[in-house]
């Protein structure tokens, strides 16, 4: 079999996948998340798309960023809160967000269960942007986003 193909079957058990590695959220560990886990469940360079699986421990959250690629999330367990530009909605299992080129976006799972989610992406994708001061001040000029990273930003 190719290496850089998946293959075509793969065991599920708990939220973890046969074969496949249980990798920390991100490689730079100088990127602000809290507790988040991926799993790369299908790499296909000929589509030039990876299908990851992330999950968020209770309380935790990932990184806010933007990019310039899109991509779609599907809700596959637990709950948990979502920012998308400066939209904030509280997400569930089988729900499904869509994530625009160069909108800020985070996720966070609720307190008492982890949020776990699909995530298409391009196999080669430009890096996330963190934001600076003057974007978060940006952001912090609509009252539910000001309310949401206030959430995340505390200290622990």
Known sequence: MDQDRSPPFRRFDDYRWE???????????????????????????????????????????????????????????????????TEIRHVETNDLVSIPPWAWHQFRATAGEPLGFLCMVNA????????????????????AVAAFLDRTERPA
């Open 124 to 143: 080669l994708r430009d890096k996330p942007r963190l934001p600076t001061e003057a974007d978060r001040a940006a952001m912090r000029e609509t009252p």
């Open 19 to 85: 074969g496949v590695a249980h990798l920390p959220y991100k490689e730079d560990a100088t990127t602000p998340f809290k507790s988040v886990t991926r799993q790369v469940l299908f790499h296909e360079p000929d589509m030039g798309c990876e299908l990851r699986y992330f999950e968020v421990a209770p309380a935790g959250y990932s990184t806010l960023e933007r990019h310039e690629h899109a991509h779609a999330v599907l809700i596959l367990r637990g709950r948990g809160d979502c920012m998308v530009g």
